[in-house]
């Protein structure tokens, strides 16, 4: 399974093979759960005392099969950073954090399509770093 993550706070470094990429919220990464893989994280820190220090992300899960691109040329991308800031990618992450903060706007039954148009817009970012 391939796991495609998008920190929302604070750092990440994502490591597999032979590839690490430190993180910050504007990027992506991709790495394959099926292999062995580490994260580490950093709390962003807001200077104040009484607020809290936060390191979190989103994360996308999809099967092997589903991503129609070859897995050996993906695999050139586990542990890279993919930014999110424009084309495809940040199409991708402005839907998967709109998800991620409202999941009360969507009925159950939009999953399905609210699926099928993440892993197009994974498909299209990926494919633009091959």
């Known amino acids: 399974m391939y796991q495609l993550a998008l920190p929302a706070a604070g750092r990440s470094t994502i490591e597999q093979g032979d590839s ?5 919220p504007a990027d992506w990464t991709l790495s394959d759960s099926s ?3 580490g994260a580490s ?15 979190t992300s989103v994360t996308v899960l999809i099967p092997h099969h589903l991503l129609p691109l070859p897995r050996t040329k993906v695999s050139a991308l586990m542990a890279a ?10 199409l991708a992450a402005q839907l998967v954090r709109q998800i991620s903060r409202h999941p009360d706007r969507y ?3 939009q999953a ?3 699926a099928s148009t993440v892993l197009s817009l994974v498909a299209g970012m990926v494919a633009q770093q091959l």
């Not at 690490?20 to 910050?24: E, K």
């Not at 994280?41 to 390191?55: E, R, V, Y």
């Open 35 to 37: 292999r062995p893989h």
């Open 41 to 55: 994280h950093s709390p962003q820190t807001s200077g104040l005392p009484d607020q809290p220090k936060l390191a």
């Open 107 to 109: 009925d159950p039954s």
């Open 112 to 114: 399905p399509v609210l």
């Open 20 to 24: 690490s990429a430190v993180l910050g």
């Open 81 to 90: 950073r993919i930014p999110s800031g424009h084309g495809m990618g940040a």
